[in-house]
């Protein structure tokens, strides 16, 4: 046995808490490097969203160095609670849905793990329409009857070349659904160094097209206008904090159900070094690269062009190279879709398993969360994406500090690894719900959403991930103060 990981001593009981998907893995199959975890932050973050939320930040009023430090610090705080619940997952093996059970009750682990796979059928989606829209770029450079597929038919302003490439992603993201963890470790491992040459060509690209990176930065300043008269008070309020929390809130899904990925760690060094080097250093990267090629596009063609994907289809429209065209389209779709799988499908697969572990397997779980992203309609979305699922997400703060609370504060780390699938063990609590963490749960949310009832309370919805992290912490403690931390034997 590896030092510091717990494994069975024997089967697990063959009840409706279990199935071969959501069972602890073995040593043997604990096989992910320090690299693999890197990598696999590196394509979670180089994706079309991190590319863009430079351009929310300035237009609503901040400099290039105010928006790059606002990622940083959000990356800084969200790595707190993404280690912790990362320890649980390799020192157990244990999926998220089973990691929630120890505080949430066999039963009552629903409640995180379902909030959880909501907002990632959400992002899956929105991630699965911006790959299609890829797609159909590429094909249409290829083929230029591509567009005119379909005569004028349109559902919802889009025409059948938009939907067949939308199926086309979907299905491929679906392949790599049935294929399991392992097929996406090696899609993360692969697609990390070329999505990061490819950033780093653009971004070299724009400089030397433009003529410096000190003209692009003071261009990048003017996209965000006329700076209005705050205090720094004001400034922090109303602008940087609310943006620290998106930030954080970017992320919050990641930080809960990190254990899915961690559950197959080597070690406990491996996980944390892993994903602090991909998560701290890619996406402030990927996110100054927006900014620097979006700056190019205010000189060359007098407008701020922030969709990479519209860049494109501007430069091939124009005279530009149909090869570049097609290079950069293949690694926006390379970039959705290694987000896509990692982010949005091992999430909902795991949670979607965990509410009938005998009849819904990881494979089914993938399925129907690739269903729900067709039926709410992403292309509708699109739009206000940053609006409702980083709110949602920030909302996710108060699943965070119960967890944080029950795993560091009352059990020290210590879990009863059996019980986690056990009827009548230590996590049955009543009728396998432990009230004080639903009770903790929902009264961090509402403490978060109370701030959007009256302006003097605002600040607490701007910061909802750390209102309802603290708020749920503190109210959870209380409860749970008396209780003993549990044994460790398996």
């Known amino acids: 046995m590896i030092r510091g990981m717990v494994e069975l001593d024997g089967p697990l009981p063959q009840n409706r808490f279990t199935n071969a998907d959501i069972a602890p893995s073995g040593i043997a199959a604990r096989t992910w490097s320090m690299w693999n975890f890197a990598a696999l932050w590196v394509a979670m973050s180089v994706c079309i969203p991190t590319y863009m939320l430079a351009a929310s930040m300035i237009e609503a009023g901040m400099n290039w160095w105010q928006s790059m430090l606002a990622i940083l610090i959000g990356n800084a705080v969200v790595l707190i ?94 392949h790599f659904a049935w294929a399991g963890t392992e097929s996406i470790k090696w899609l993360e491992t692969i697609a990390a160094p070329f999505l990061v040459l490819m950033g780093l060509a653009l971004m070299a690209w724009a400089i030397v097209r ?56 080597r070690s406990q060094k491996d996980q944390m070094v892993g994903q602090a080097i991909g998560l701290l250093t890619t996406m402030p990267l990927f996110a100054f690269v927006g900014l620097v090629v979006t700056s190019a596009t205010v000189v060359i063609y007098g407008e701020a062009i922030w969709n990479p994907i519209d860049l494109v289809s501007r430069i091939t429209a124009e005279g530009g190279s149909q090869l570049l065209g097609l290079a950069a389209m293949g690694a926006i779709v390379v970039a959705t879709l290694s987000t896509n799988i990692a982010a949005n499908v091992v999430a909902p697969a795991n949670s979607f398993s965990n509410l009938d572990p005998r009849r819904i397997s990881f494979r089914a779980g993938g399925m129907i969360a690739g269903v729900i992203g067709i039926l709410i309609f992403p292309w509708r979305l699109l739009d206000m994406y940053q609006t409702w699922l980083i709110s949602y997400s920030g909302l996710l703060g108060a699943v965070a500090g119960v967890l944080v609370c029950d795993y560091v504060v009352i059990r020290r780390g210590v879990l009863r690894l059996r019980d986690l699938y056990t009827e009548g063990g230590a996590y049955t609590y009543q009728r396998g719900v432990n009230r004080h963490a639903v009770v903790a749960t929902l009264t961090g949310i509402a403490v978060a959403l109370v701030g959007t009832l009256h302006p003097s309370l605002a600040f607490l919805f701007n910061g909802a991930w750390f209102s309802a992290a603290i708020v749920a912490f503190l109210v959870y403690f209380l409860f749970m103060r008396g209780e003993a931390t549990t044994g460790d034997s398996p």
């Open 81 to 174: 609670p993404l280690v912790v619940t990362a320890h649980a997952g390799t020192r157990y093996g244990i999926p998220f849905p089973v990691f929630a059970r120890a505080a949430y009750g066999l039963t009552g682990a629903h409640l995180p793990s379902l909030l959880r796979a909501v907002v990632a059928c959400g992002w899956f989606g929105i991630q699965t329409w911006i790959g299609g829209l890829a797609i159909n770029v590429a094909i249409g450079i290829l083929w230029s009857g591509w567009a005119d597929l379909g005569g004028s038919w349109a559902f919802m302003g889009y025409g059948v070349s938009h939907y067949a490439s939308f199926f086309m992603f979907w299905m491929v993201n679906m």
């Open 210 to 265: 433009v003529g410096g990176l000190g003209t692009l930065l003071a261009e990048s300043n003017r996209l965000a206008g006329e700076q209005s008269d705050r205090t720094f008070a004001q400034f922090m309020l109303t602008l940087f904090i609310p943006w620290v929390t998106a930030m954080v809130g970017y992320w919050a899904t990641l930080s809960l159900n990190i254990p899915d990925f961690t559950r197959y760690a």
